[in-house]
């Protein structure tokens, strides 16, 4: 008779993703005059590395990334933002990321649909690292 063992195997982490797609919110954002005055939309696409092991292992939010909790921080900053830039608001919600514990580092791409004449879309992307303590 062969017995199980008790505890799966070990396993390390390279690298565990959590996504948050097309986030859509309304923010002033620009530098002409009219964007100073006039809510546009902002699309926003996130990508948290943090090891998901534990949370998968215990089934518990709590050790877990609770997203829809950092999406509704995330929502409420850039709803209350008035840059002049998408990268200045990029960088802005990248720390608010990586203030979760969990997060060890974060792409965030930031669009601007129909900023420009003949695209879909115009925008950045920028990938945050925890600091080393």
Excluded at 85 to 104: D, K, N
Aim: net charge neutral; aromatic share 4%; charged share 25%.
């Amino acid at each position: 008779m062969h017995h199980l063992p008790r505890q799966g195997p070990k396993i390390t982490m390279d690298c565990d993703q959590i996504f948050i797609r097309d986030l859509q919110v309304s923010s002033i954002i620009g530098i002409q005059p009219w964007e100073r005055t006039t809510r546009q939309e902002v699309l926003i696409n996130l990508e948290l590395d943090t090891d998901i092991t534990q949370a998968g292992q215990s089934d518990r939010i709590e050790d877990a990334i609770d997203y829809k909790t950092l999406t509704k921080g995330i929502i409420a900053h850039v709803e209350s933002a008035t840059c002049h830039l998408v990268e200045t608001l990029a960088e802005q919600i990248g720390r608010l990321c990586l203030e979760h514990p969990r997060v060890a580092a974060v792409r965030v791409t930031l669009e601007k649909p129909g900023a420009l004449r003949f695209t879909r879309s115009v925008g950045v992307s920028i990938r945050r690292v925890r600091a080393q303590t």
